[in-house]
């Protein structure tokens, strides 16, 4: 079945420090990523939508300075928390879908990033 | 405006039963999916089931299989035999084609408990 992979698993770090995940799909092409944040016992509110060679969409509330995404190629999308602080502390989770139009295409999911700023 | 909504925040299941998961839908699109992931406390998302708008016929994939009745805007997702490895969270997903791309929305979720 279709993989996609998120790194890293686990980031600690100070507050202040910009962090950046990644997200490959690994056997298939993917012009759209996605890319969510979860809080402890909550469901996943999406973040933004990343596009292969444009610009991310971002859902209302979501800093798009906050949080940068690149979509550079069709098997990478990254995620760049910048200048992060306590209260960006979180899972993220990315997926992709393959490049077929229509709605039957499930999203694939990377296993998340736990975020823990200090 | 779309919404998913999942009305049970828990429940508890005795292994080999079968569990019913509720989810309810609400969206003026006709034109639109459903999916029900597992999300075990490891973190990942594990898709198991998807159901068209316009299939006439529920799905159903090993031991999951999807209620839907469209009149009611419902999708229940029934999981038979149940196995101590089915404790997760669900959730229930719709997914929408909007400004280009398909967009998925969440339910809150269910947590399962499979006990021996």
């Known amino acids: 079945g279709a993989v996609v992979s998120q790194h890293p698993s686990w980031v600690i770090c100070k507050s202040g420090t910009s962090v950046k995940i990644e997200c490959r799909s690994l056997?298939?092409?993917?012009?759209?990523m996605f890319w969510y944040r979860q809080f402890p016992k909550q469901s996943l509110m999406l973040m933004a939508t990343s596009n292969e060679g444009s610009k991310a969409t971002y859902e209302q509330g979501v800093e798009k300075d906050k949080f940068l995404i690149n979509h550079a190629s069709l098997t990478l999308s990254t995620l760049t928390v910048t200048s992060a602080h306590p209260e960006d502390s979180s899972f993220y989770i990315c997926?992709?879908?393959?490049?077929?139009?229509?709605?039957?295409?499930?999203?694939?999911f990377g296993d998340g990033t736990r975020l823990s700023i200090l | 405006a779309q919404k998913i909504t999942q009305t049970q925040p828990g429940m508890f299941v005795q292994e080999k039963e079968a569990v019913t998961l509720d989810c309810t839908y609400d969206?003026?699109?006709?034109?639109?999916?459903l999916f029900w992931y597992k999300q075990p406390s490891s973190g990942e998302m594990i898709f198991l089931i998807y159901q068209g708008s316009y299939d006439q016929q529920n799905a159903t994939e090993g031991r999951y299989s999807l209620n839907f009745q469209k009149a009611r805007k419902s999708a229940n997702l029934v999981i038979s035999a149940s196995q101590l490895g089915d404790s997760a969270m669900y959730f229930c997903?719709?997914?929408?084609?909007?400004?280009?791309?398909?967009?998925?929305?969440f339910g809150a979720g269910t947590r399962l408990a499979v006990h021996p």
């Open positions: 969206t003026s699109d006709p034109s639109y999916g």
């Open positions: 997926s992709a879908r393959a490049l077929t139009r229509g709605n039957n295409q499930p999203q694939h």
């Open positions: 997903a719709m997914s929408l084609f909007s400004g280009g791309y398909n967009k998925l929305i």
């Open positions: 056997d298939f092409q993917a012009t759209t």
